[in-house]
C-alpha cells in the first residue's frame, strides 16, 4: 500500500527529506527498491558515464546524436538546476510531476523500510520511467563515484569516464588513484570501455582498472588517437580528431578546449555500441549540431551561466573567458557550496574576473552555506576586487551594474537560481 500525497511539493519534500546526513553508498538498499519494483533497469539497454567533470557534455552529445539516429533516448542525469523533472529527459522532455507525485506515493512505504537514500530512489524511479516508456537507449550519468553509485547496478552496452580530478574526498578518496578506482568501477565483463582522460599516467590506471574488470574491448581516446587545433569560438568548438588512420573534422556548439575532449569520449563511445545502434558519420555530424546543455558557458545576453563547482571546472571556465574574449570588465556573481575548494576556484577565475560578487544562493542547503565574511576577508588578502551583496537578487543586479559581462557560477544552484530569475529554461534547445 502507498500513501497519499496531496501535491507535487508533498512528494519533493519526501524525497527531499531523505538528503540529510552524509552520503551512503553502496548498492544493496537501490538493488532491493528495484527488485521490489521488479527490476525495470533489467530491461533498457543503457549508455553509463563517470567521471569528475564533463559527463553532462557527453550525456547530451550521446542523446542528441541517438535522437538524430531516430531513436527514442532517455536521459538521467543530476542535479537539476531549477526543477526535479529535469534528472528524467525522454527525447528532451522532462517526466511529468504527475508521475512523480505517483510513484512517490506508490513507494514511500518501501523506501522507508529498505532505508533508500533520496538519489536511490531517484535512480529507481528513472529507471522504472524509462522502461515504462519503451525508450531504445538510456543514457545514465553516475552520481558520485561509479563503484558503489547507485546507477552501477546497470551493465550498460558502452561504459565511459570522461576524467579524474581531486572532488568529493570525503566518499572518493584523496589522490587521484583512489578516485580514478572508484570510477574505473562502472567497467564490466565484456563491455566496451572508454577513457576519456588525457594525462598519461591516470590514463593508463584507468585502462588497467578496465582491463582488470575484464571490460572489452578498452579504449583510451588520448592513447589511441589526438584531439588537435582546436578552436574556441563564441558559437562554438571545432577539431580534428585523429583515431588510428582516421581524420575528421568534428564541431560543437558546447563552448571550451575542454568540450573537444568530450565530445571526443562521446564519439568513442558512439562507435562502441553494437551496429543496429550505431551511428554513421552524417547522423553523428547532425546530431552534434543539435547538443544543447544549460548551464556549460551558456550565453543569456550580457551574462555566461557556467556551474563549474570544482577547480578543476573553474579553470576550464576562465580559459574560455579568455578564448572567447568575453568583453571586460567582466563581472562574477560566486557562489560556492561550504565542502568545496572556493580558495582555488576564485584563484583560477581571478585574472579574468574583474570583480566578483560574493552572495548566498537561496536554493543552497543551509548545512552547506559557505562563510561569506571569510571568503571577502580572503579575497582581500589577496588583493582581488570584491564585494559581498548578501541577497541574490542585489547581487545580481550589481553584477549587472559593474559588468560588460556577468559571470555566473559556483555550483547547480547559483546557476539555476540564477536562470530562475533571468527567465531561462533548463530544458529548452
Known sequence: MGIGLKTYQDALDFLYARTTGKWKLGLERVQALLGALGNPHASLRTLHIAGTNGKGSVCATLDAVLRARGLKVARYTSPHLIDFPERFLVDGVPVTSDRIVEWVSRWTPEVERLGATFFEATTAMAFQFFAEDGVDVAVIETGLGGRLDATNVITPMVAGVTNIQIDHVEYLGATREEIAFEKAGIFKPGVP????????????????????????????VFGEGAVEEVKVTAEGTRFTLRHDNDVRMVNTPLIGRHQASNAAVALAMLGALPADLRPDAATEEAGLRRVSLPGRFQRVGKHVLDVAHNPDGSRVLAQTLAETRMPRPVAAVFSVLSDKDWQAMMAA????????????????????????????????????????????????????????TVVVTGSFHTVGDAMSRLQVSPTDG
Open 349 to 404: 577565475l581571478a585574472p579574468h574576473v574583474d570583480l566578483f560578487v560574493l552572495t548566498n544562493t537561496p536554493t543552497a542547503p543551509a548545512s552547506r552555506a559557505w562563510n561569506i565574511t571569510d571568503v571577502m576577508a580572503h579575497a582581500r588578502a589577496k588583493g582581488w576586487a570584491a564585494e559581498v551583496v548578501r541577497d541574490f537578487d542585489q547581487a545580481l543586479a550589481r553584477a549587472a551594474e559593474e559588468g560588460e
Open 193 to 220: 570501455a572508454i577513457v576519456g582522460e588525457p594525462e598519461l599516467g591516470i590514463r593508463d590506471l584507468l585502462v588497467t582498472h578496465a582491463r582488470s574488470h575484464g571490460a572489452s574491448p578498452v579504449r583510451a
